[in-house]
């Protein structure tokens, strides 16, 4: 079972970046593809971006495509998201979450999908 804790978020401008970092621990970050999710009160997980097993593949929502970038680094066992161009309607916490899959290309957009979740961490944009 693999532990998740996210970091790097905060209060920043529109316009403004914040790279946000997820650490595993307890597992091998390479057997699992990896998401972000964002949620504000009220509201369930929205999917921001996957990457797979190995980082071959990508999958972001439209809301983000163009202005953030999700990548990992399997032997840090760590699973970024570079955020540029932020806008207060990007404000939420935000999730990492662990797949665990068989396949080395799946990068998944459903909450659905994923098997491990870290607690979050809040990034709020002021217009």
């Known amino acids: 079972q693999v532990a998740l804790v996210e970091s790097g978020g905060g209060l920043v401008q529109a316009g403004g970046s914040l790279r946000l970092s997820c650490a595993a621990s307890?597992?091998?970050?390479?057997?699992?593809?990896m998401g972000w999710f964002r949620q504000v009160p009220g509201k369930e997980h929205d999917f921001v971006a996957a990457?797979?097993?190995?980082?071959?593949?990508?999958n972001y929502a439209d809301s983000v495509k163009g202005r953030f970038t999700i990548s990992r680094d399997n032997a840090k066992n760590t699973v970024y998201l570079q955020m540029n161009g932020l806008k207060p309607e990007d404000t939420a916490v935000y999730f990492c979450?662990?797949?665990?899959?068989?396949?080395?290309?799946?990068?998944?957009?459903?909450?659905?999908?994923?098997?491990?979740w870290g607690q979050g961490t809040q990034v709020t944009v002021s217009s």
């Open positions: 307890g597992g091998t970050l390479s057997n699992y593809a």
């Open positions: 990457i797979s097993r190995s980082g071959g593949r990508t």
């Open positions: 979450a662990a797949d665990r899959t068989f396949y080395s290309d799946r990068a998944y957009n459903t909450e659905s999908s994923y098997d491990y």
